[in-house]
Nanobody, 114 residues
Framework: QVLLVESGGGLVQPGESLRLSCVAS????????MSWYRQAPGKEREFVAT????????NYADSVKGRFTISRDNGKNTVYLQMNSLKPEDTAVYYC???????WGPGTQVTVSS
């Protein structure tokens, strides 16, 4: 059984930072690309960032490029999303995902507000 458990969300002020984590189980984590997505209230889920299986390559949505960094620790079956210079429009539920598979965890809420 595939499990994806996101954590690290919270309420922060604009300009602050958060680090999200996603622990995966039930599959050979190190063999798969992993991604982060987010869904804001009333909007469709959107792509945020992706990282290759070895961590050698990453790709980002234009809206987060230069502010967010995706990384992974294959020894811990964990993918991270470091979010800096947060903006109110980053408010959303954040999800991690195994690339190519329609599997979702519960997500973690990020709220950016003054």
């Amino acid at each position: 059984q595939v499990l994806l458990v996101e954590s690290g969300g919270g309420l922060v002020q604009p300009g602050e930072s958060l680090r999200l984590s996603c622990v995966a189980s039930g599959f050979a984590f190190s063999r798969y690309h992993m991604s982060w997505y987010r869904q804001a209230p009333g909007k469709e889920r959107e792509f945020v960032a992706t990282i290759t299986s070895t961590g050698a390559n990453t790709n980002y949505a234009d809206s987060v490029k230069g502010r967010f960094t995706i990384s992974r620790d294959n020894g811990k079956n964990t993918v991270y999303l470091q979010m800096n210079s947060l903006k109110p429009e980053d408010t959303a539920v954040y999800y991690c995902k195994r690339s190519g598979y329609n599997e979702w965890g519960p997500g973690t809420q990020v709220t950016v507000s003054s």
